[in-house]
């Protein structure tokens, strides 16, 4: 009888992998988790050091969003939300809503004229309206859409142009790739793509926006470190400027979270650590703890309401995904916001944060290292220039796999990503695999 390994090299075909390689070894199959620590079909114990691909927030199995998916189960798993509601959806647009990255009230020109006078001991959010969809990608997607056709309600179609900064990553579906910056991913489907103008910092941005401002609908960015480009962290203040730039020249702001939302960089959304509220919020991996596909884009009313209009205006955001808003996906993340409040998941993170950046000096030591960067929970090792043949990030990989951790390499960069739940110990022996790895295999 063929083994579930066989059945795997006969029939599937696994993202961002190289098939032929992959078909050559034996695979990894995960049957179980536990907090920080998944269990393979043959009992071996591994450290998740990449948070399963950068969506755990809680550790795996966590009984508190496991209690929530089952008892929504007992209700409702999904129904759709073409012309119709549910219970979860509403709370969770409410929920995301109160803790959306916020703006200092003394921004007057953001302010709504009529509220000014209410705001002026307090401080506030212009994003109140809730799209879901199933993924960053898609979360993307929506803002990129809604930016567009924002333009053409307003009267002003020229506005067509796209900005992204150079190396971005913004996900794989068609308009994500467009704002894509990575020649590696993205140069093969160019002929689908439309055209946007990549940046590589504040000062291009404004040399860009200077000459052609009025006909771009929004400019992208990953907050303070970008993703898939090796975990490339911004200079402080960029994505200030970034704000500051698109109001002096009315662009919209697109802030792509997903990947450093819910706590990955150290707090709850890494825009609020420049006191910065875009015109989109995209989130996703982390939304549900890591449970299930989940994403939401925020966005603002002055936006929401540009789509308003009678039926025969045609003004309706004319998108959607068979899942939007699905009870159980609402659910986990409800349940996972919930694991926040009561486990003081930011708080207790910031101790981690710093044994995450002694451990990372200490990589500093080994001859095959080029660089460490930290931005928050999120560590990369950056190796020295080896060639693509060489596999350098993959046997690293390989090699911290059979010491007990298991993560991906971003090329020549390793990443370390675990759930916010790992216990200093456990981060500890991540990083100790992870060195040990590098110095066997590349001495």
Not at 35 to 54: H, M, P, Q, V
Not at 351 to 376: H, S, T, W, Y
Request: charged letters at 25%; aromatic letters at 8%.
């Amino acid at each position: 009888m063929d083994s579930l390994a066989d059945k795997d090299h006969r029939h599937l075909w696994h993202p961002f992998t190289q098939m032929r390689d992959w078909m050559a070894e034996e695979p990894v199959i995960i049957a179980r988790g536990q907090g920080a620590r998944l269990w393979d079909t043959k009992g071996r114990e591994y450290l998740d050091a990449n948070a399963s691909i950068w969506t755990n927030i809680h550790g795996h199995n966590h009984p508190r969003i496991n209690a929530a998916i089952r008892a929504q189960l007992e209700k409702v798993a999904h129904s759709s939300f073409l012309g119709l509601s549910n219970v979860p959806a509403i709370e969770l647009a409410e929920k995301l809503v109160s803790i959306a990255p916020v703006a200092a009230v003394s921004d007057r020109r953001r302010l709504p004229e009529d509220e000014q006078p209410a705001v002026r001991d307090r401080r506030y959010s212009p994003l109140t309206r809730v799209f879901y969809s199933d993924d960053g990608s898609t979360a993307v997607e929506v803002a990129i859409k809604m930016a567009l056709h924002y333009w053409v309600h307003r009267g002003q179609p020229q506005r067509r142009r796209f900005v992204a900064f150079s190396g971005a990553y913004h996900g794989d579906t068609v308009g994500a790739v467009s704002l894509g910056g990575i020649d590696l991913f993205h140069a093969a489907y160019k002929p689908l793509l439309f055209e946007v103008e990549h940046v590589a910092d504040a000062a291009a941005l404004r040399s860009v926006l200077e000459r052609h401002g009025k006909e771009v609908a929004a400019v992208a960015i990953e907050p303070l470190i970008q993703g898939a480009a090796g975990m490339k962290v911004w200079p402080r203040g960029l994505l200030a400027e970034t704000r500051r730039l698109c109001d002096e020249h009315g662009a919209l702001l697109v802030a792509d979270e997903v990947m450093t939302g819910f706590g990955r960089t150290g707090t709850m959304f890494a825009c609020e650590q420049e006191s910065v509220t875009p015109d989109f919020l995209c989130l996703a991996k982390g939304l549900t703890g890591g449970y299930m596909p989940l994403a939401a884009t925020l966005t603002t009313d002055a936006v929401f309401e540009a789509f308003l209009g009678s039926y025969e205006d045609q003004k309706t955001f004319f998108h959607g995904h068979s899942y939007t808003g699905n009870q159980l996906g609402c659910a986990a993340a409800l349940a996972s916001l919930a694991v926040f409040e009561e486990e003081q998941t930011l708080e207790q993170l910031q101790p981690k944060i710093g044994l995450l950046r002694n451990d990372l000096q200490e990589f500093c030591e080994l001859k095959a290292v080029m660089e460490v960067r930290q931005c928050g929970f999120i560590g990369a090792v950056e190796l020295g220039s080896y060639p693509w043949k060489a596999k350098a990030g993959i046997r690293v990989c390989q090699r911290a796999r059979e010491l007990g951790a298991l993560t991906r390499p971003i090329g020549n960069v390793i990443v370390i990503m675990p759930p916010l739940c790992v216990t200093e110990d456990e981060l500890r022996k991540i990083c100790e695999a992870l060195r040990r790895a590098i110095q066997e295999e590349l001495r």
